[in-house]
């Protein structure tokens, strides 16, 4: 028996309400790009419209002019998507509460996860979307879920609840330890003072 292995989410696909809000939500909140159209293959009454969510994946959404926008929490029982999350800088987070409250949109944040910061809103039809800020930048020729699964070994080592910057930069350490090579005998931390 062999796995199949991933390399990425391809897209993620969400009802949405009719084209047009669906277009002024995920390009005119969230600034996706909107990459591509064509009708919904397997339903005809639907669009299928393509945004780029910043990383040149795709996000799509299917669309239909009988679908309003209706603020209603979608449902949160086991097996239904809870929220999705997308990656901001540091820059725009700082910002976003202020330009989602200007639409009147409500808020829930931000939101102290220890190796992020975060903030939730729903979109049209109730759908829980976060924006989430690393608070960490992974070396060069490693990824945040590299340096995620070494801050996590740190944390259970430790003892400690969740993770928190010391266990991040304590891991970006050990990463740079690995990766990087160096002429040095010792590369222990000291004090030239």
């Known amino acids: 028996m062999k796995k199949i292995q991933s390399q990425g989410v391809h897209h993620i696909t969400l009802n949405g309400a009719d ?13 996706m790009p909107f990459v591509f159209d064509q009708p919904n293959l397997d339903n005809p009454r639907e669009g299928h419209l393509y945004f780029d969510p910043g990383d040149g994946r795709l996000i799509t959404i299917f669309t239909n002019e009988d679908r309003k926008p209706d603020p209603t929490k979608t449902p949160n029982e086991p097996g239904c998507v809870h929220h999705i999350a997308f ?3 540091h820059a725009t987070f700082t910002h976003a509460k202020e330009r989602l409250e200007a639409r009147g949109i409500a808020v829930y944040g931000p939101k102290d996860r220890g190796f992020m910061d975060s903030i939730y809103f ?5 759908f829980l979307i976060e924006l989430a800020c ?9 990824t945040h879920a590299d340096v995620m699964i070494e801050a996590h ?5 430790r003892g400690d ?4 910057e010391e266990h991040l930069a304590d891991a970006i350490e050990l990463l740079v330890l690995r990766r990087q090579q160096s002429l040095s005998g010792d590369r222990t931390a000291r004090n030239p003072y």
């Open 134 to 142: 690393y608070r960490f930048e992974p070396p060069v020729g490693c």
């Open 19 to 31: 084209r047009q809000t669906s277009i002024d939500f995920w390009e005119g909140v969230l600034g």
């Open 87 to 89: 990656n901001v800088s």
């Open 153 to 157: 070994r740190l944390r259970v080592a």
């Open 161 to 164: 609840y969740n993770i928190q």
């Open 122 to 126: 729903r979109d049209p039809l109730g």
